[in-house]
């Protein structure tokens, strides 16, 4: 079962570019990475999500190497209203009863003026 | 869309006391979830039902059931409530592995306390 292991707080000032990472180094072949935000009193909002090398969007990138044993959630220049909690989930996509999803603790962020 | 939705947002049990946490989702969406969140220890899948008909265990389904009642509606339900069931609860849906896609989406969240 693969465990994931994040930072648990990260501090950084606007404008900043900010870098998450997280570690799972038992992840299984069908997993994925899927990182979410969440801000105080809200559900996880869907970020950003990959299997290998370079995933980009709107608002982030998502870097996993070749081994896939870590990951690394980029967001670039931060605002205040980035300040949330960051999550790394690992689970599988794989259709079927014994599907596994692993939730980071979460990396509270904190972006400064 | 209201995309999902749960009810209620807060409740106080007594311990012992039973209660049902209702959750819909009109995304049309196959699967759902309910996980707890506690302080220190990040979101924990309690139940999951992959499609209409079919429910799972997640990790941590002890003093819980479940009843997926239609695609659009997945209920949790509390036996005999435990103050060590004191969380707020989440329910997410999402499609069902369509390619790489696997984003849940989320309700606001049940605040339960049990005393």
């Known amino acids: 079962l693969a465990k994931t292991t994040q930072p648990i707080s990260m501090d950084s000032y606007e404008g900043q570019e900010v870098n998450i990472t997280c570690s799972h180094n038992?992840?299984?072949?069908?997993?994925?990475i899927t990182w979410y935000q969440q801000f105080p009193s809200q559900g996880p909002r869907f970020i950003i999500q990959?299997?290998?090398?370079?995933v980009t969007n709107e608002v982030a990138s998502l870097f996993i190497p070749a081994d896939r044993k870590s990951s690394t959630l980029s967001l670039p220049r931060v605002s205040l209203s980035d300040t949330a909690v960051y999550y790394c989930?690992?689970?599988?996509?794989?259709?079927?009863?014994?599907?596994?999803?692993?939730w980071g603790l979460g990396t509270s962020l904190a972006v400064n003026p | 869309n209201a995309g999902v939705t749960q009810t209620p947002k807060f409740q106080v049990l007594k311990t012992g006391q039973s209660m049902t946490l209702q959750c819909a989702q009109d995304?049309?969406?196959?699967?759902m979830y309910w996980y707890r969140q506690d302080p220190g220890m990040g979101l924990r899948l309690i139940y999951y039902?992959?499609?209409?008909?079919?429910?799972d265990k997640g990790e941590v389904p002890n003093g819980y059931n479940v009843s997926r009642l239609n695609k659009r509606e997945f209920s949790l339900r509390l036996e005999s409530a435990a103050p060590s069931q004191t969380s707020v609860y989440f329910c997410?849906?999402?499609?069902?592995?369509?390619?790489?896609?696997?984003?849940?989406?989320f309700g606001p969240g049940t605040r339960l306390t049990v005393t």
């Open positions: 995304m049309n969406h196959n699967s």
């Open positions: 989930l690992v689970g599988s996509s794989y259709a079927g009863n014994n599907r596994k999803l692993i």
């Open positions: 997410a849906s999402s499609e069902w592995d369509r390619g790489t896609t696997y984003e849940q989406y």
């Open positions: 990959g299997y290998k090398t370079k």
């Open positions: 039902s992959a499609s209409e008909g079919t429910t």
């Open positions: 038992n992840i299984a072949t069908n997993d994925y």
